[in-house]
């Protein structure tokens, strides 16, 4: 059977995410509404702005039911304000932004943008045979992570991918290449006991 995966769409880059999730071969849904939140196997929280993720989780009424979800166990992959937003600790964030506390780590707010807004690299990622193309816009920076989170890649000495059973979450776009190679790790992570048991 196939997977269905959702990507919050209230802002920023989601369209990018259901690409290559349609190309990972499964059922990709926006996320807007907390109905779409129905039968899901996995989360995407796309980059955009945290902040205003944070107002429109709010206003869609997607807070709670998302809180819920992930309380019984939905696996989430964040990408950049996404990985904001899952982290257990927000550094230079606003006071009242929402974060999901799916992840023991801090994060600091555009930590990568203040020295050049965008950049990109290529990364060794764990179990992969060729490096990874990466995309940092005002990137997340961990500047924390507990040692029960797996470290995948690095740059600079700093952790840029992580990976807790399965919760991911990244500092960069992953999906503004046309690797998909991140978001089938995810897929694959979705069959994992843990949550076929949920
Ligand atoms: N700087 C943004 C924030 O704090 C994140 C940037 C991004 O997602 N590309 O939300």
């Not at 600079?156 to 919760?167: D, H, I, K």
């Amino acid at each position: 059977m196939s997977r269905r995966v959702g990507v919050l769409a209230l802002q920023g880059a989601f369209a990018s995410h259901r690409d290559a999730l349609d190309a990972c071969g499964v059922d990709t849904i926006l996320v807007r509404h907390p109905d779409d939140l129905l039968g899901l196997d996995g989360l995407v929280i796309p980059g955009g702005e945290s902040t205003t993720i944070s107002n429109l989780l709010v206003s869609s009424g997607l807070l709670d039911p998302i809180r819920a979800e992930i309380d019984s166990g939905l696996p989430v992959f964040g990408t950049c304000a996404g990985m904001i937003l899952m982290a257990s600790k927000i550094v230079d964030g606003r006071d009242d932004q929402i974060h999901f506390d799916l992840l023991p780590m801090s994060v600091r707010r555009n930590a990568y943008g203040r020295q050049v807004d965008s950049f990109e690299t290529d990364l060794d990622v764990a179990g992969f045979d060729v490096p990874f193309h990466a995309v940092f816009i005002r990137a997340p920076m961990i500047v924390e992570v507990d040692d029960q989170v797996e470290v995948l890649a690095t740059y600079g000495e700093r952790p840029v991918l992580v990976r807790l059973n399965n919760r991911f979450a990244s500092s960069f776009h992953p999906e503004l290449t046309d690797d998909i190679r991140i978001h089938r790790l995810f897929v694959e992570s979705l069959s994992v006991p843990e949550h076929v048991t949920r």
